[in-house]
């Protein structure tokens, strides 16, 4: 399936004891394709793969906010500014619901 969306520049829990936080990644349809650093995501970015800069934001697995974020899970999660913890961006089984970073 084709990367439809890529973040980069974030705040991430991955739930993996070797690397606990990451700053980007990838969805494809409904699923989380990769979790990793922005360097590495960037390299998987196609041309029609929308890019959005986070810019430090904070990333929540949704609907559990305990949640962690992996390769494979559902692309359900929101993201949060850094600045005053307020709601920019948000999906839901890769279905884009708020979208205020661009």
Avoid: C, W
Avoid at 19 to 38: F, H, Q
Avoid at 40 to 48: H, I, P, T, W
């Amino acid at each position: 399936m084709p990367v439809t969306l890529v973040l980069v520049n974030g705040r991430i829990r991955t739930g993996d004891a070797r690397r606990p936080v990451a700053d980007a990644m990838i969805v494809s349809g409904e699923r989380l394709a990769l979790v990793a650093s922005s360097a590495e995501v960037r390299k998987f970015a196609g041309a029609d793969a929308r890019v959005i800069d986070m810019r430090g934001a904070k990333v929540v697995a949704m609907p559990d906010p305990d949640g962690v974020l992996r390769r494979g899970a559902r692309a359900s999660f929101a993201v949060f500014a850094q600045t005053d913890e307020s709601e920019k961006f948000r999906m839901i089984d890769g279905e884009i619901l708020v979208d205020e970073l661009s």
